[in-house]
């Protein structure tokens, strides 16, 4: 198989999801990798040098090519929303000078538990492939056209792209509405923008590789398990486990597997200069008294609270 490039990205916040997320693709890759950091301009606002250099060791240990892209976003002049970090908007700037004839873009809160890279043939007449997102009828109303079957917004976790197509048929839509975020009446981010980009011209991705355990389709065998939601594993307390549903419990299960993965191989040969860096970054998420997950949940149940009576 060809060599497959992989754009993510993450900012300091997500260092060590990041970190998790490309251990477990690695450890489900048997081709070339070529890994793309996508970051905004201006990304030392979000993001430090230090941890560039971490992930780029890491990557580097795992035997795929790294590469630093910064792409034509200002990180200053994003929307901001309740729990997601608005780092994500590089994705559609990325898709605006990305080089490869196919890209994947995987979030940061996905891990592979099978193998993954065949993903990149399901791109064909479109730029995007995508599995779709259920329950977004408010949205396919607005944005759709008349008599539009319902069901053609997708999910942008796991996205294959042909770059110089995206170029040619949505660059200069998806600017436009970025501009007017706040207008339209966007919640999710780049997500919603590209949806409104796009409006349905999606390839169909199968829903494998983008299983959403927190809700939507259930998938028997997935190949990727996609925390999308606010209940996010690395920020998981004890308390929260026990409320999970069962699909959540075992996804969660599988997560906490990885992480003593990566914790053996960081404590291995190749990166033991860098043991103390992610030993910190485990702990400013896991923390000693979870501070940090017991806030981030409270927001989450708030932004949930919220939902229901916005509905
Ligand atoms: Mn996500």
């Known amino acids: 198989m060809a060599k497959v490039t992989v754009a993510m990205t993450a900012d300091s916040n997500f260092i060590y999801p990041l970190a998790i997320s490309i251990f477990s693709y690695s ?16 990304w030392r606002k979000m993001l430090r040098q230090k941890e560039v250099d971490e ?16 792409c034509p976003i200002s990180a200053a002049e994003l929307p901001r929303t309740l729990h997601i970090s ?5 994705k559609p700037a990325y898709f605006d000078i990305a080089d490869a004839e196919k890209v994947l873009f995987l979030d940061a809160d996905t891990i592979a538990v099978r193998g993954w890279e065949d993903m990149i ?15 977004m009828q408010d949205f396919e109303l607005k944005w759709g056209s008349n008599g539009q079957p319902r069901g053609w917004y997708a999910n942008a976790g796991m996205l294959v792209a042909k770059p110089d197509l995206w170029r040619e048929r949505h660059e200069n839509r998806w600017r436009s509405l970025m501009n007017d975020y706040r207008d339209h009446e966007f919640e999710l981010l780049e997500q919603d923008v590209m949806n409104a980009a796009l409006l349905g011209a999606v390839d169909p991705l199968p829903p494998e590789y983008n299983f959403r355990p927190a809700y939507g ?5 997935p190949i990727v398990l996609h925390y999308a939601g606010y209940w ?16 959540l419990r075992v996804a969660f299960g599988a997560y906490a597997r ?3 993965q990566f914790q053996a191989f960081v404590e291995g040969q190749s990166l033991s200069s860098s043991k103390i860096f992610w030993k910190e970054a485990r ?6 008294f979870g501070l940090k997950a017991q806030k981030y949940n409270l927001r989450g149940l708030l932004g949930n609270i919220k939902r229901i009576f916005l509905r």
């Open 217 to 221: 389709k259930k998938v028997e065998n």
């Open 55 to 70: 992930v780029e060791k890491l990557v580097k240990s795992l035997n795929w090519s790294f590469r630093l892209v910064e």
């Open 86 to 90: 608005p780092i994500t908007f590089v």
């Open 121 to 135: 043939k399901f791109i064909d007449k479109n730029a995007i492939a995508a599995d779709s997102e259920e329950n």
């Open 258 to 260: 990885v992480e003593k």
């Open 232 to 247: 996010k594993p690395w920020l998981a307390t004890p308390g929260l486990i026990r409320s999970l549903n069962p699909e």
């Open 27 to 42: 450890q489900q890759a048997a081709g070339e990798i070529q890994f793309e950091y996508a970051v905004p301009s201006d």
């Open 283 to 288: 702990r400013s998420v896991r923390g000693p």
